[in-house]
């Protein structure tokens, strides 16, 4: 479950949680089945960030870095829009790039 003070610094927006990042960059955000449905990430630093089971379903990760976030899958990862223009690891990309793929046939 996710870390109750991390998602309510995450919902008062972008700028304030990069801001928390920028200020505690020992603690690693715990987003564990937070439901972040049609929230606006764009640009955030979710960099190391714990995403497993969270519900990204057309979250905006335009910009967001999430490079090292922590139990992402390529299934979450093409369910939020503007995915590629993230930041994040090129094998998490080639995996989501091949879902849909697949899902395209």
Do not use: C, F
């Not at 715990?30 to 606006?40: G, M, P």
């Not at 992402?72 to 995996?95: G, M, P």
Request: charged content about 30%.
């Amino acid at each position: 479950m996710a870390n109750e003070e991390h998602l309510k610094i995450l919902k008062q927006g972008t700028e304030d949680w990069n801001q928390w990042r920028k200020k505690n960059p020992e603690i690693t955000p715990d987003l564990t089945e937070a439901t972040l449905h049609k929230a606006d990430l764009s640009e955030a630093d979710l960099t190391g960030a714990s995403l497993a089971g969270a519900n990204l379903y057309k979250v905006d990760l335009s910009g967001a870095d999430l490079n090292a976030a922590e139990d992402l899958t390529a299934k979450q990862l093409i369910a939020t829009i503007k995915w590629q223009e993230a930041i994040l690891d090129s094998s998490l990309r080639v995996e989501a790039e091949k879902l849909i793929g697949q899902k395209n046939r």
